[in-house]
């Protein structure tokens, strides 16, 4: 069986490359023109940061679009006598992808492939297809096997960040600019979150600094996990920038929390990748998670 993911996933190369993943290309716009990037570029981080000082310039417009035909197919083709699992980021929030990809399960039946639909984004595409990973090691599970347990693990994925450049969020047109300015002035950001099956990310509230955010993060995963009446927790956190310092101490409150209370903790940090730069933009850390059960 070969597991093929998008690059929504939030996961860094070599980690990609640790677990034999297969990946499909999101493809980069900038001011229009296709933006020269793949996954596993060489010096890939140094790629990312260029590009972020690019979408800084209030001049420049990046934008995505979905997978085309031939990413599709390329991917397809390396795995093709081969079961394969395609886990894709909510395919509600990209109907082109959607529609490129029932096309291409039309008419190529020769490609053994099912997908799974997250129906979530970011970094909680990742999160689901680590926690699945996870278990399946454990277990030995076949590609119908980890498919079921995707689906079981579906309505307790999660995404949660926060925003801190409220000007591109105006210039790529999701707040006006006098809101802009004044959350600047009172040194407001926002908190984002996306629950199951929503498929998109939605303010949730506004936060003066980072650790807020977190002790507010922590506490919805505590009652969260409460609920669940579960002890497995595996979360992908993601950042750009000197943002990883949000990720760090995430990660100490965590594993703080997960030895009082005796929760199964895996939790990775990685930095973003290129789809989702134009749509968070140049200073954002996000995480998801998926509370097991």
Known sequence: MKIIIDTTCQLEPDR???????????????????????????????????????????????????ITEDELLGAFSRYKNEKMLLITQSLNNTRATRDTLRKVMENHPEFDVRVFDTEILASGVGAQALAMLLEAKEKGLDRDACYGLLEKNRPNAYVVGVLYDLFYLNRSGRIGFAKAVLATAMGLYPMLSSTPQSGVLKAVGKVRNYKQANARFLANIKMQMEKAKSTRLTVNMAYVNGHDAECLQMKDLLEKTAGELGWRLHLEIHYSSFPLLPHMGPDFYEMGYVIGT
Not at 43 to 58: A, G, H, P, T, Y
């Open 16 to 66: 990609i490359k640790e677990l034999d993943l297969g990946v499909v290309d999101y493809p980069l716009y900038l001011n229009g023109e296709i933006y020269p990037q793949c996954w596993d570029m060489p010096d890939w981080r140094k790629e990312k940061d260029s590009f972020i000082e690019l979408i800084r310039n209030k001049n420049n417009r990046a934008s995505t679009s979905g």
